[in-house]
Structures are given as C-alpha cells and as structure tokens.
C-alpha cells in the first residue's frame, strides 16, 4: 500500500471510529448534558436531532425534547422602577427632574415553552407509561407551573401506573430500576417535604393520594400523623401514630410518638405504657429518651 493510499484509509478508519463512538447514546448524553449547562440551545437541539436520526424510538428522545423547552422558557426581562430592589445589582439613572430610577434584570420563563415541555413529557409517558424518569419529570414541571389539582392528578396517574406495573420501572436508557417502589416513595414524599411548609394543604391531599393507593404505608400514615399534630389536631395524630405502630410495632420513633402524644393529652398512665416499651428499644438514643421521661413522669 502507497503513503497516499494509507493515509487515506487511515483517515476513513479515523473517520468510521468517530462514528461509532458518537453513536453511543451515552455519549449523545454527555454532549447533550454539557450543552444544557452552557445554555447553548442550537447546540442542544443540533444533538437531538443526531439522537433521532440514530435512536427513533428512544423514549430518551422526550426528556431531551422537555430539557429543551425549558431551556427556550428562560428568559430576562428588563426592569425599571422607582424602588430600589434587594439583592440585585441595579443601574442607576437619573430624570430631568433629578429622581433616581433603578434598572436591573430579572429571569422569566415564557409559558408557551412550558406547555410545551410537559406537553412533550405526557406524550412521552402515554408512549412508554413505565419510563418512571419521564412521569417525575413531568411531576415536577406541573408541580412548578400547573396549579394544585392538576400536579395532585399526576401523582394519581403515577401511582395508578404503580399498581397496573408492580413497580417495575424503567429509568435513563430503559435501564430497570433496583427497587422501583422504594424509588417511588422516596420521591413523593420529596414532594411532601417540599410543600409542606408553605402549603399544608397540598401536602395532606399528597399523603391521602398515596394511601389511597397504599392504604398501609408507615412514611405516609406518619406524615398525616405530622400534619394532624401541625394542625393541632392532637387526637388525629395519635390515631394516626397507632396506625403505624400497629403496622411496625418496633420502630422506636413511632413509640416516642406515641408516648409524647398521651402526655400532651395528660394521659399519664398510657404515656408512662409507651415509655417503658420504649426503654426497651435496642436504639441508644431513644432508650435514653425514655429513661428520663420515665424518671420525670413518676416523680
């Protein structure tokens, strides 16, 4: 083989490996993941239109697309007020008559992207209803966006989809999820944990939804039991706290509970009950807890 010739079968074996290797989705990803950290939204849309022509069917395809959206919502706006606004850095002008205007920009989302990025997301779900990463991620834009009843009417599709599939559900590339219920309520009741200060009421209707669906759930038969005592709804909580114990009568935070609940009540006798159960936990810290309730309450 000539010196020309090598050199160009070098080239095209160079060229086929490039190939090759920007076929893999993994790699599509990384491409995609550091152009959505740049803001770089030709970019984005330039990989996804690689991804398509090589993956057609990947259910990927829809995250990338709602990534997109999300992106193109961004936007800044120019403000101009009288007032000097906190936390800001401002330009200050001056009019004819002397009075200071303070210029500053804020970031705004454009809604017509956002629709469209759930839009793309519910369409993506209908198409592959066991793609657990395309229903949180639509979760949480409705959550962001939507208004309460329609973030509450997605959690109940999931958790519907939950029961129809057994909680065997798939993630990122179809990989399947370890433990696909365990996944499910640790998200939830990150949801929970997010609302609960400012929105109490969403937060219960979140806890009643699952336990609609998973009538036995301790994390979430406890958060009612934390959203009744909130409330001030001694009585409500204690049932609640009893409900779990019933379902997992060793766990030691529960008893403490339970124990503290009946002295708020002034039910001494069963608050001491629940104390000397305690003081039996294998648990350091709350046998310690007990102890010196136990010590208090019979002094």
């Known amino acids: 083989m000539n010196r020309t010739k090598f050199l160009l079968f070098a080239a095209a074996a160079f060229l086929f490996s490039s190939?090759?290797?920007?076929?893999?989705?993994?790699?599509?990803?990384d491409r995609f993941t550091s152009a959505m950290q740049e803001k770089d939204s030709a970019s984005v849309k330039n990989i996804i239109g690689e991804w398509e022509k090589l993956y057609p069917q990947d259910a990927?395809?829809?995250?990338?697309?709602?990534?997109?959206?999300?992106?193109?919502?961004?936007?800044?706006?120019?403000?101009?007020?009288?007032?000097?606004?906190?936390?800001?850095?401002v330009f200050v002008t001056v009019d004819s008559?002397?009075?200071?205007?303070?210029?500053?920009?804020?970031?705004?989302?454009?809604?017509?992207?956002?629709?469209?990025?759930?839009?793309?997301?519910g369409k993506g779900v209908e198409k592959h209803p066991d793609r657990l990463d395309l229903w949180f991620g639509k979760a949480y834009m409705v959550m962001s966006f939507y208004e309460d009843d329609d973030f509450i009417a997605v959690l109940s599709d999931i958790l519907k989809r939950s029961v129809a599939n057994k909680n065997n559900w798939l993630w990122t590339f179809d990989e399947k999820v370890g433990d696909g219920q365990a996944e499910l309520f640790s998200t939830f009741q990150g949801y929970?944990?997010?609302?609960?200060?400012?929105?109490?009421?969403?937060?219960?209707?979140?806890?009643?939804?699952?336990?609609?669906?998973?009538?036995?759930?301790?994390?979430f038969l406890n958060d009612k039991a934390v959203i009744a005592y909130t409330a001030g709804d001694i009585d409500g909580a204690l049932a609640n706290f009893l409900k779990v114990h019933k379902i997992d009568p060793e766990d030691p935070v529960v008893i403490n509970n339970i124990a503290y609940t009946y002295e708020l009540k002034k039910d001494k006798a069963k608050a001491l009950e629940?104390?000397?159960?305690?003081?039996?936990?294998?648990?350091?810290?709350?046998?310690?807890?007990a102890e010196k309730a136990l010590k208090e309450l019979s002094e």
Do not use: H
């Open 19 to 29: 190939v090759c290797i920007a076929q893999t989705r993994q790699e599509l990803y």
């Open 60 to 89: 990927q395809i829809c995250a990338l697309y709602s990534n997109l959206y999300t992106l193109r919502a961004e936007k800044e706006v120019v403000i101009i007020s009288a007032e000097k606004p906190e936390d800001e850095e």
């Open 97 to 121: 008559t002397g009075k200071e205007y303070y210029m500053y920009s804020k970031l705004d989302v454009d809604m017509e992207w956002i629709d469209k990025s759930i839009d793309v997301l």
């Open 192 to 219: 929970f944990s997010e609302v609960f200060e400012q929105n109490l009421n969403l937060a219960d209707r979140i806890a009643d939804l699952v336990l609609e669906f998973y009538p036995n759930n301790v994390i």
């Open 274 to 289: 629940y104390y000397k159960l305690l003081s039996k936990t294998t648990d350091p810290q709350y046998k310690k807890i």
